[in-house]
């Protein structure tokens, strides 16, 4: 089972290369939802038990608000505030990619004394992933000039968060597990309708010309 | 496993190498719809080749009839170091793949030199951008095998991969499949294939390899195709073996595997090619860029 | 919805809320541990600050809501015109905004907790949005986006706090976690702890992760920057705490100690820095906000006494803050600008909003007798009986230069002739304010003068019960 997991977990920190160093808005998109897709596998490979009821009921939940929902509402967002498919980030590409590079060092470097005293039943090779995802959303949501693409970095970090959460089997109540995937569900959905009225009023959603107000 | 299979894979690379490249022709024309070419082309073109002398110009001195020569020797020096699949290379040692990396750069150093006595601009161009983009690679390809190394604990080539299989069922194949696909995307880099090079494009503009090779002829273009498709060879026997977990107790099949391995991927290499542009060559240094990041990443997670 | 029938169900929703909150303070007499919820003096002592507040500021929205109804409004500063958000989803984010609130401060499982916080900013982003121009959405755009990171920031350090906990705590109930935190990993409750801080306190505007707050609050309509400000603050604040309470219990409170003091002090520097050449008059107070959020971390991880002059600090900050922007919202009612230097004259020309206005400031500036002035102190004299001597003296040269700073801007608002108001002649003749938008600020203003004077013994000993698990007295 180890290899599996090893593999699907390379396989996210992929898309996160793929989100940063993808030029088209759809692309993006589809990297993110991948990504809600591979939390879901994980999330079942790494389970130890025979798959009870909770843990296949929230992989499905899983799969279908970060898999489907989520990039729905995305494409729905594009489409409806007319934004041009080309990413224009602040940075170039490679400079992008080389900062990725330099933080997938970090990630691994500062995983190392946590995964030390980790407790035994952690997945190696884990923690830096969700570091890694986690920073990589980071950096998207500071080069990225457009509204949407902002979004999709923070629901890259969000995916992050979640592999660590997933990794470690953490045994939370269903219960609050729903309620964190609805507080993701309903941020992203009010930057939704934020996003629109933006558009609507600036006719554009690039966030670099929401520079009225600084010091 | 006896030495001999070792210089049998020897004679099967030098012998089998110009029909690696005209696999890739086939599955680009299959692609594209056309019939294509036989696929004993190659062959025929280098017999043609080689029955031709040379043509030199006034202003060239013995620089530029010694370069091809001299890369074809280093590209048969490196190929005595490169395993095929499982089966060890002639010859190896502890560090070995700094041999193998060297004397090909010595190889391309000398073709430069060549290409710079002409004192032609299209050649002087084609021999700066060679040198850039193979200079970005070598780090690249460095520390892709460093990371195979770290994972079977091998320090010469032939032993990382000898074990690699037994490796992959223990650690699982992430990592070297990572490392793997940053020396497959270095391959393109180094061979001159779209998405870097197009090696059949007319407008010297645009080329890499062959802008610096444009005023050879003859004999001396035949060492230097030669040269170029032992070259691939080698990368695409170490990017197969990477990729594909195939061994066995008989020398034989092993063998047969290696080889099948190496048309593979020249078979992916093909259809790369008619998938893809060529990329601007402002965004090449981004590709490697990318095969950089595939092997960083896989070098953490073998140590991790 | 009616609009009539939305300002009267917000009236009655935060007198329910207001009676419920009372109700409870005085039914449970010890703290009551639940493993979801429950209400502990901590959480007490938040959740009545919330309801106060609450109740005073929803007096004003009444009468604010009334005027603004339907009407089309020129913008002050650029002079376009734009439309209000429909009333009923201003209610209701407004309602929402609350029940979040009251559930931070009940929630006893660290995962409801953080449920609650982020809902906490999706509730209020729409009421920051209230006046929908640009501006308005800009500043929106960036409260969400930042407060949102950095609660995936604190969601990542729960999930640490979990993997601290493995095998030994089966939930995330705060109880079983002090119960049990010396078993805890101490590698990972710090990692967690570090998460927790820098997360929340994004929400909590500690420097320097404070950039949106200076922009939503001089965006927003002044009752709503005056819930973010006294009452989201101190929510956010206190999910902070209940970190700092785990490491503590976990014998860690020289670590989270330090790292409060560390974020109280660069918050206070920025505060000051930003303070003294600010130039319109609610940044003005985002930044004092800053500064008083500074003052919270520092007493926190003073320990000791300074523990209990923050916790009363939180409430009396609340109120002070409150009371100033209700009030900066009739400066801006009747001047029409938010530049500091277009005010002249508050004084003379509105007298009771004037006199306000500026008894506020040295409220909150820390003079006697007002309430800041006690809790300050508190929290000063708990810093040099526990040796911390540098911080002391960052906290008073802080002070000092904050105080100036405002004064300079603010005394000039207050005094000097009236200037430049819309609809007056400029005589000296003041202008009558409506009841409903000085009575609030007025009801605050007692209770902030009423702290400074006299704290009651049941709230001396809330505090006192609320401050033993953070390392207090």
């Not at chain 1, 990725?100 to 884990?126: C, D, N």
């Not at chain 1, 629901?155 to 045994?171: C, D, H, K, P, W």
């Not at chain 2, 490796?167 to 793997?180: D, E, K, N, Y």
């Not at chain 3, 950039?211 to 902070?240: I, K, R, Y």
Request: with cysteine.
């Amino acid at each position: 089972m180890t290899g599996i997991v090893d593999f699907l977990i390379v396989l996210l920190l992929l898309t996160n290369l793929r989100i940063l160093g993808s030029s088209r808005i759809p692309a993006c998109i589809s990297a993110v939802a991948l990504q809600g897709v591979l939390l879901a596998v994980i999330l079942v490979s790494l389970s130890s038990e025979p798959l009870w009821g909770g843990t296949a009921a929230f992989a499905l939940l899983l799969l279908a608000v970060k898999g489907v929902v989520l990039p729905w509402l995305l494409r729905r967002a594009m489409r409806d505030a007319s934004v041009t498919r080309e990413v224009e980030p602040f940075v170039d590409f490679s400079t992008l990619l080389l900062l990725g590079g330099g933080l997938m060092g970090l990630s691994f470097l500062i995983a190392r004394p946590l995964q030390v005293s980790a407790p035994p039943s952690t997945e190696k090779g884990l923690l830096p992933s969700a570091f890694f995802t986690l920073l990589t959303g980071l950096l998207v949501i500071i080069t990225r000039r457009k509204a949407l693409t902002q979004v999709l970095g923070y629901l890259t970090m969000e995916n992050g968060v979640y592999l660590f959460g997933v990794s470690q089997a953490i045994r939370e109540p269903l219960l609050i597990e729903l309620g964190i995937l609805l507080d993701v569900m309903a941020a992203v959905f009010v930057m939704g309708i934020v996003l629109f009225q933006i558009n609507r009023e600036f006719d554009h959603i690039d966030t670099d010309r929401l520079s009225v107000l600084k010091e | 496993m006896t030495p001999a299979f070792s210089f049998v894979s020897f004679g099967l690379a030098i012998t089998l190498s110009p029909l690696l490249l005209g696999v890739i022709q086939k599955t680009k024309a299959f692609f594209a719809g056309r019939e294509g070419a036989p696929l004993m082309q190659p062959y025929f073109d280098f017999v043609k080749l080689f029955r031709k002398g040379g043509v030199y110009s006034r202003t060239t001195s013995w620089v530029f009839w010694a370069g091809p020569i001299a890369n074809l020797a280093a590209a048969l020096l490196s190929l005595t170091f490169v395993p095929l699949g499982r089966i060890p290379a002639p010859a190896a040692f502890p560090g070995d793949v700094f041999m193998v990396a060297y004397s090909l750069s010595l190889g391309r150093f000398l073709m430069v030199l060549a290409a710079l006595d002409t004192g032609s601009a299209f050649e002087g161009m084609g021999a700066s951008r060679e040198v850039r983009f193979s200079l970005l690679a070598e780090p690249v390809f460095f520390v892709s095998v460093l990371t195979l190394a770290v994972v079977t604990q091998g320090a010469s080539l032939s032993e990382i991969y000898g074990t690699l299989p037994r490796h992959m069922v223990h650690q699982g194949i992430s990592t070297i499949w990572l490392a793997g696909g940053a020396v497959a995307l270095v391959l393109l880099v180094e061979n001159a294939r779209i998405p870097v090079d197009d090696p059949t494009t007319h407008l010297e503009l645009t080329m890499i390899h062959e802008a610096m090779v444009l005023d050879h002829g003859g004999i001396d273009i035949g060492f230097v195709q030669y040269g170029a498709a032992l070259k691939l060879w080698m990368f695409s026997a170490l990017v197969a073996g990477a990729f594909f977990p195939f061994s066995s107790a008989r020398p034989f099949l092993e063998v047969m595997g290696g080889i099948g391995g190496v048309f593979a991927v020249a078979v992916a290499v093909g259809i790369v090619e008619s998938s893809m542009a060529r990329l601007r060559l402002i965004r090449v240094p981004q590709l490697i860029l990318l095969a950089g990041v595939l092997a960083l990443m896989a070098l953490l997670w073998a140590a991790r | 919805m009616e609009p009539a029938c939305a300002a009267a169900s917000v009236g009655v929703g935060a007198l329910a809320h207001a009676a419920a909150v009372f109700g409870l303070f005085f039914s449970f007499p010890s703290d009551a541990e639940g493993r979801w919820v429950g209400l502990d003096s901590l959480g007490r002592m938040f959740l009545a600050t919330t309801a106060i507040l609450f109740l005073s500021v929803v007096f004003y929205t009444l009468g604010y809501l009334r005027r603004e109804e339907g009407r089309t409004t020129r913008d002050l500063e650029e002079g376009f015109l734009f439309r209000n958000e429909p009333e009923g989803m201003f209610v209701g984010c407004l309602f929402l905004f609350l029940a979040s609130m009251s559930l931070v401060c009940i929630a006893q499982h660290l995962g409801l907790l953080w449920v609650a916080v982020e809902a906490t900013t999706l509730a209020s982003a729409p009421l920051i949005s209230f006046h929908r121009h640009h501006r308005s959405l800009e500043a929106t755009w960036k409260y969400l986006l930042i407060c949102s990171v950095g609660i995936a920031f604190a969601l990542l350090g729960v999930f640490m706090l979990a993997v601290a906990g493995e095998g030994l705590v089966r939930l995330l109930a705060l109880h079983e976690l002090i119960a049990s935190a010396g078993g805890l990993n101490p590698v990972w409750l710090k990692a967690a702890f570090i998460l927790m801080l820098v997360g929340y306190g994004t929400k909590a505007r500690l420097a320097p992760m404070h950039t949106w707050l200076p922009d939503a609050h001089s965006e927003a309509p002044s009752m709503v920057s005056a819930l973010l400000s006294g009452a989201l603050l101190n929510c956010a604040f206190l999910a902070q705490l209940r970190a700092h309470a785990i490491l503590l219990a976990a014998g860690l409170g020289m670590f989270s100690g330090g790292l409060l003091i560390v974020f109280g002090l660069i918050s206070l520097v920025v505060a000051a820095l930003f303070v003294v050449r600010q130039g319109d008059y609610k940044r003005l107070l985002a930044y004092s906000s800053i500064e008083n959020m500074g003052i919270l971390a520092l007493g926190m991880g003073g320990g000791g006494l300074a523990v209990a002059g923050a916790l009363l600090h939180a409430l009396n900050h609340s109120l002070a803050k409150g009371l100033l922007f209700l009030v900066s919202g009739n400066l801006l009612a009747v001047f029409r600008s938010k530049r500091i230097a277009d005010i002249q004259g508050a004084l003379s020309l509105t007298p009771i909003s004037g006199g306000l206005w500026l008894g506020g400031f040295f409220a909150l500036g820390g003079l006697p007798p007002f309430g800041p002035f006690l809790s300050e102190w508190l929290v000063l004299k708990g810093l040099l009986e526990n040796g911390r001597w540098v911080a002391a003296v960052f906290f008073l040269l802080a002070l000092s230069v904050v105080f100036a700073g405002v004064m300079r801007h603010i005394l000039p608002m207050a005094f000097g002739r009236p200037s430049m108001a819309e609809g007056h002649d400029g005589s000296s003749s003041s202008i009558r304010e409506p009841l409903w938008s000085i009575l609030s600020p007025l009801v605050l203003g007692a209770m902030a003068l009423g702290l400074g004077l006299f704290v009651s013994a049941p709230l001396w000993r809330l505090i006192h019960r609320a401050a033993v698990g953070l390392g207090g007295p």
